[in-house]
């Protein structure tokens, strides 16, 4: 785990020194985030976040503030950076990236009902139907092309199997001709906010990149449709309704859907499992893994052709 950074009111005080947002009033920690030390703080001017990156680096979190200031422009539901009083949208602090944004109101909603669950899918193609921004990377971080750092390692070996035979079947279907675009990358139920019951922003774009679109509805439904850890199907077709309500897929995207489910469910698998096996060891979380190498296991075996059929119902009656 990465070493969290604890910050005290006057260590708050001296940086918002740097800021016009007026005197600190009060400040308390923010729950959530595993790369990220966060506060919720209100000054005089308003409430806000302050979060330190405790493990990106200053390059991309100066790609992150930037890609946020793009998304502003073309009115996109979520972060809002404030600049300093010389114009700079984060900070180095003690040689970790710091930035303040606009707290938003509302809260995280754990199990999404089917409108909540429509409201995701517009979202999300709205998102995609953005131009994406110039500097977004080409490769999803922990995506196929990443699942060869697990190769030769004894302690892997069996994982890694699985893995990198997910990890060739999407190869495979990614030959055909998908449509890439904007994509969030990590879009589950804790990287969104509510309020008064409907969708009020998407956060936490540090896996932007510029990839294929159906990979990111398959990361939408890992992260939205498995609340008890097996995938809804009738969650997911809410889902997919709203995301056509704005962009519809092309027909090898509807047949590939079910493949890029799994492959997000790897994805994710493989993010946790070298973050608490090789980069920060974690005995506690060391298993972690495996609820998502369930789910991925899980939607492989639902039956193709029943899976389009449910899924796609409403699409088919148009």
């Known amino acids: ?39 919720k703080i209100e000054t005089e001017c308003g409430r806000y976040v302050l979060s330190v990156c405790d493990e990106k680096g200053m390059d991309e979190i100066s790609r992150l503030c930037s890609l946020l200031h793009y998304l502003e422009k073309y009115d996109f539901p979520t972060t ?3 600049a300093t009083r010389q114009g700079e949208h984060y900070i180095d602090y003690q040689g970790k990236p710091l930035y303040i944004k606009h707290f938003i109101d509302g809260g995280v909603v754990k199990q999404l009902g089917r409108r909540q669950l429509f409201e995701v899918g517009a979202a999300l193609a709205g998102l995609h139907e953005i131009p994406p921004y110039p500097d977004l990377p080409e490769r999803f971080s922990y995506g196929i092309e990443c699942f060869d750092e697990l190769k030769g390692r004894a302690s892997a070996e069996t994982y890694y199997k699985w893995l990198s035979t997910c990890g060739k079947r999407v190869e495979v279907a990614q030959t055909a001709t998908l449509p890439k675009g904007f994509v969030h990358g990590d879009l589950f139920f804790d990287n969104m906010v509510f309020a008064d019951g409907s969708l009020a922003a998407l956060l936490d774009f540090e896996e932007a990149c510029h990839y294929f679109r159906i990979f990111d509805l398959g990361m939408t439904a890992v992260g939205c449709c498995a609340p008890e850890g097996i995938l809804s199907v009738e969650m997911t077709a809410a889902l997919i309704d709203g995301y056509q309500s704005i962009r519809k897929l092309e027909e090898d995207e509807r047949r590939l859907l079910q493949l890029h489910i799994e492959y ?55």
Request: charged share 25%; glycine share 4%.
């Open 1 to 39: 785990m990465a070493q969290l950074t604890v910050l005290t009111s006057r260590q708050v005080e001296h940086i918002l020194e740097r800021y016009n947002l007026g005197r600190l009033v009060c400040s308390a920690p923010l729950d959530g985030g595993l790369a990220n030390s966060s506060l």
């Open 80 to 82: 809002r950076v404030i």
């Open 264 to 318: 997000g469910a790897a994805a994710t698998s493989f993010w946790r499992y070298r973050q608490y096996n090789i980069r920060n060891p974690d005995p506690a979380m060391k298993n972690h893994y495996r609820a998502m190498m369930e789910i991925a296991i899980q939607v492989r075996a639902i039956d193709v052709d029943l899976f389009v059929d449910r899924v796609f119902l409403e699409d088919d009656k148009v």
